[in-house]
Every structure is written in structure tokens, then in C-alpha cells.
């Protein structure tokens, strides 16, 4: 036991996806004076992105374009080192019946191996904890259930003593998207999957099994610049994208949606088993 500072590593499928389920976590861990490492299996290059502004960005690839924003988002939250594994995005089409998931697909790669390379980064950083996803991967994108997979058996080969599931109480879910469609400019945005109700029922985690809720208010500043970052998430796509709709909050509604983030930590006692929610990821080191 001891009282810190810690090493947090946070392992996550596409650039951006640190910054919904964790970005004001790694925020705050950094502020505290911890050291936070983000980990991305892909460089996303199968994402949707928007135009490429004449100039500068006109000759990059959608993936070089994304681990540039990727690494900006992570100076916003204060992360001390990023580290990509390069694996392929599988697309967002990959649930589907027709889905063709490209040749070195992170969802397709052998888990021990990718195991393997995450346990070095585990390793080598001496990590107090790891954050991955919940075992549905939140909504099921097979990259995502990959996280799960892959940064629970790299936990136990390099012997991280904390692991967190990332995810969100499906009950707040359904309660940002009815504040979400309150506000026109974001209704004007958002016919689709951001706030759609049947994925909501059964996507993320039920409220009384979560095990953390952490207060992340002071840290949404940092959250809007991370999301700022990702521009080419922001301004791309059919309208439906979940970051251009979050930036386009005023920002007390944003702090409100976004100033809470949940975690799962398998073992210990959850919110249903009469635990209070727990607002320290690091409660269990301490
Ligand atoms: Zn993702």
C-alpha cells in the first residue's frame, strides 16, 4: 500500500476514444501529479474524416492525420507518453453481416501477441494500473472488445496490480441524449447513432454495476481541448458524429453532460452490492 504518485496506462482501440470514457480521469490523474501513458491499438485510418483543410493537412493520410490529433489531444490532458501499436482499424462497419475487416485488423490480431506488446509498455513504465474497456467493448465495436481482451491478458502477464474498465451508466446515457436533443443546434446535427435509444438499452453498463464514478467537473476544459483536437472526427462523417455534437453544447451544459466518468473494477464490491460509488481510481493501491 502506499500513497502514490502512481503510473495509470491508458489502453484504448482508435485515437479519440480516450477522451469520452477517460479523458477527464487522465486529466485529473496527471494534475494530481501521476504519471498517465495512453496506448492506441490503431491509427483509426478507417474512420470517417472530414475535409482536409488546403495546405498543411491536404497530404496526409486520414491515419497520419489522426496520430497527429491524437497526440495533441494527449498534451491537452497532460499525458506523458503515447505509444501506438500500429495495428489496422477494423472500420466502423465491422459488426456487420458484410463486413470486410481489412488484412492486420486489431479485432482479428492473435490476443497473446498483442498481449505481449502491451505488456513491454506495462512493464517497462513499472504501471500501478491499466484502464481497458468492459467486456461488451461499451457497444460492441470488435476493436473495442479487443481492448478488453488484450489489455486484461497483458495485465496478468506483466502483473499490473489495477485494472478499470472504462464505461458509462447506461442510466446517464439516457439522460444526456434527452439533454442533447434539447438543444436545436445539436438536433439540427444529430439523426442517429449519438443518441439513438435502442443501442442505449443494453450498451455500456447498468448503474448498479459500476463500481467508480469520478468527479472529472474541473477537468472538462481539458476534455473540450482533447476533443478539439480530433477535428478530423469533429467535422466529418453524415452529421451523426458524437464529438461535433458535444462541442456544439454551451459550455455549462457540456460540464454538466461531461463531468463524470465511470469505471468497473472487476472484484471489487459494486454500487448494487451496497458500495457506494468510488470517486479515486486508485482507491484499491492505497
Ligand atoms: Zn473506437
Do not use: N
Amino acid at each position: 500500500m502506499t500513497a502514490g504518485p502512481f503510473t495509470l496506462v491508458s489502453f484504448h482501440a482508435h485515437p479519440d476514444d480516450e477522451v469520452l470514457l477517460t479523458g477527464g480521469t487522465l486529466a485529473r490523474a496527471a494534475a494530481e501529479g501521476h504519471r498517465v501513458v495512453l496506448v492506441t491499438a490503431t491509427d483509426g485510418g478507417a474512420g470517417l474524416a472530414g475535409p482536409v483543410a488546403p495546405g498543411s493537412g491536404a497530404m496526409l493520410t486520414l491515419g497520419a492525420r489522426r496520430i497527429a490529433e491524437l497526440r495533441a489531444s494527449a498534451a491537452a490532458l497532460g499525458c506523458a507518453r503515447v505509444e501506438l501499436l500500429g495495428y489496422a482499424d477494423s472500420g466502423s462497419e465491422a459488426e456487420g453481416p458484410d463486413s470486410a475487416v481489412p488484412d492486420g485488423a486489431f479485432s482479428r490480431a492473435d490476443v497473446d501477441g498483442a498481449a505481449q506488446r502491451l505488456a513491454a509498455i506495462l512493464l517497462d513504465e513499472r504501471a500501478d494500473a491499466l484502464t481497458i474497456y468492459d467486456p461488451a467493448g461499451g457497444y460492441g465495436h470488435p476493436d473495442h472488445v479487443q481492448v478488453h481482451r488484450v489489455g486484461r491478458r497483458a495485465a496478468e502477464i506483466a502483473g499490473t496490480r489495477l485494472v478499470l474498465e472504462a464505461t458509462a451508466d447506461r442510466r446517464w446515457l439516457a439522460r444526456a441524449g434527452a439533454v442533447l436533443r434539447r438543444f436545436s443546434a445539436v438536433r439540427a446535427l444529430g439523426r442517429g447513432a449519438a443518441t439513438g435509444q435502442s443501442v442505449l438499452a443494453t450498451a455500456y453498463t447498468a448503474s448498479g454495476d459500476l463500481t467508480h464514478r469520478v468527479d472529472v467537473r474541473a477537468y472538462t476544459g481539458a476534455k473540450r481541448a482533447a476533443m478539439q483536437a480530433h477535428a478530423s472526427q469533429a467535422d466529418g462523417g453524415d452529421g451523426a458524429r458524437t464529438l461535433a455534437l458535444l462541442l456544439r453544447l454551451p459550455r455549462p451544459v457540456f460540464r454538466r453532460v461531461l463531468g463524470r466518468e465511470w469505471f468497473v473494477e472487476p472484484g471489487r464490491p459494486s454500487a448494487s452490492a451496497g458500495a457506494a460509488l468510488e470517486d479515486d481510481i486508485f482507491a484499491s493501491l492505497r
